[in-house]
Structure formats: C-alpha cells, structure tokens
C-alpha cells in the first residue's frame, strides 16, 4: 500500500499494537498492508478524526458512542428466551449485500406503515415472520425451509426487487437449522455455553461449524482473516441482551470492527482510506468489484486497520473505545452524513 510502514519510526511511536490477535485477523491482515497497492491510511486525518472525538467527549462529558442506543428495539425481535438466539444467529447469517445493481430499484419492505431497506428491511422481515407465525428461530423447520416460505419472509414492497442473492439466503437459512440440529440440540444458546460465554472461542465455532460465516480469503497466497459476521453475532447478541444473561460474553476487546461496505465509506469520506485513482474510479461509477479481488480485499483490511489505529489514538489520549464501539459510531454517523462518495460493490457472502 502506498501508506507509511506500520513498522515506520514514526507509525510505530504513535501507535501501540495490541499484545493479543487471537482471532489472527489483525496479523493477517498487517500483511496485506505492506504489500498492497490500491489503498491507503492517511494518519493526518485519522489523527483529526480521534482529536474531534476526544474533543467532543471533553466538551459534552457524555460517552465516546453516539447518542443513539446500542440496540435498536424496534425492527429487532426479543422475547429474552432461546428463541431470541436463534433468531438473531439467523439475522447475521443473512446479515449482507443488500444493495441493489444500477437502474434497479433497491429491495425494500412494509413494515408497520414505514418503507424499510438495507440492514433494517431484513430485521424487520424477520421480526414480521415471528409475528406472522413463522418459526424462523426453530432449527427443524429452517432445516428444510422452502423457497416459496423464504421469499414469503422477505416479500418485498410494491414495485421494489427481490432481496438480492436469494440462493445463497437460502442456503444459509437451511444451514442454520442443519447446524443446530445436528450440533446443538437445535438451540445456539448451547454454543454460547460450550464455550463458557468467550467471544473468541464463539467466533471461532462460528466460523468452523457454519461455511457461510467462515469469511476468510487468499491474498497474494496467504490467508486472510475478516470473519465480519461471526464477530457482529457476538456483538448483537451482547446488544440484544445489554451484555447480560447469553450477551455476558468475555473478551469482547479481542474483536476488530465488522469489514463492510459503510464503515470504508464513511473512513473515506473523512479522507482517513485513500484509493488509488484507478479504484477510485471504479468504486466512484459503482462498478462491481470481484469477491476476493485484491482490491476489495485491501479495502476491508486498511478498514481494520484504521479502526485500530483509530482505537489507539483515541487511547493515548485517556480514553477507552473498544473495536465494538467504534464500529458502532462509525455506522451510525454513515446513516446521516450526505453527499458520500459511493461505496464499494461487491456480490458476496460475507457482508
């Protein structure tokens, strides 16, 4: 990448690397910054960006998140049982590429009397499924769920398209149901208690058991780690049950950010990620990226890696932002800033 080493005098006076990368995402994703050469970290910026947050949270005296709750409630299904589990593993197995091609209308739906996409539409389609009678959260029946029930959950609104990659939604509803079944005795809590409520040891049984949360890819022959949606299973369940009962998870500090679409435009917009002009071209037009292609792969790891460079000058300044934490504010602010440059497009899986 044409950024300053992380290994550089000066980089690494400023920033202090974390003593553990027990998920290996932050050291396989180090190397693709020293090699890459589509996109970089402008530390100037990041440093304005950790300064403005310090500043704010001096001024106001509130938390370094943003004033909105850590779990929205409203599009979000919860009973407090192991019902609530399973259906937020199944939210996050389906947690991606909402987004629709040019000259496409974008997939939406009707929820409640408001018009919902992205992200929200699938929460909300699952939680309409529950209150339709539709036992997404019991294993056996999406073990051998139809397709006719699936596109009934995610029916979309009036004019809008289909939810994009149907197949793969499918496939990854059915393997929920196979794997719990077959492992779990058809309920995830058993997973969050065979691991003793460790983060870690969660993502990493997510990633093992289930092919559809195993986000990992090859560049330049070595494997790199993103395990985006493993990560934010964690993470809504800890929001979800406000880090109590099944959410009162250890080592929530061994996550990194969720590599998506957002948080690399929002970095972008602040001018902390660079792309080279070529990939600024092609991002900026909404040209597809390939899955795993070198480019979107450089993206989602200088993501990682500001966030954590962020996470670090945020620290040396006095003040604790977990990985967690940061995702969330950054989410939250790509939500309401306008006139973004487009993000990046990619059909895959993994987000």
Known sequence: ???????????????????????????????????????????????????????????????????????????????????????????????????????????????????????????????????????????????????????????????????????????????????????????????????????VALVRLLARDFASFNDIATYRNREVRFLKRAQICIADIYGSFGGKQWGAFTNLDQLTIFADYKVPQILRHYGILEYAPALAKRVDTLELLAAQSEEEIEIRAATIWACELLRCAVSRQGYKMNALEIDQKLWSQSQTVENMRPYHRVRTQYY
């Open 1 to 199: 990448m044409q950024i300053h080493s992380i290994e550089d005098d000066d980089a690494s006076d400023m920033y202090t690397l974390p003593a553990h990368d027990e998920l290996g995402i932050l050291g396989s994703t180090r190397s693709v910054l020293e090699q890459g050469e589509h996109v970089w970290i402008a530390f100037d910026k990041l440093e304005q960006l950790s300064n403005q947050w310090v500043h704010e949270y001096a001024t106001t005296h509130e938390t370094m998140l943003s004033s909105e709750p850590l779990w929205n409630n409203m599009y979000h299904f919860h009973d407090g049982t192991e019902r609530t589990i399973n259906w937020l593993l199944l939210l996050d197995a389906l947690n991606f590429c909402f987004w629709a091609e040019k000259d496409r209308e974008r997939w939406r739906v009707d929820y409640n009397g408001k018009i919902l996409n992205g992200y929200w539409a699938e929460a909300a389609s699952l939680t309409r499924a529950v209150e339709e009678g539709i036992p997404v959260w019991d294993a056996k029946y999406l073990q051998t769920i139809s397709e006719d029930a699936v596109a009934t959950i995610f029916r979309p609104s009036t004019g809008a398209d289909s939810i994009p990659l149907f197949e793969q939604r499918v496939f990854n509803m059915r393997e929920v149901g196979r794997v719990l079944q077959e492992s779990y005795h058809g309920q995830f809590t058993h997973a969050i208690e065979l691991v003793q409520g460790d983060a």
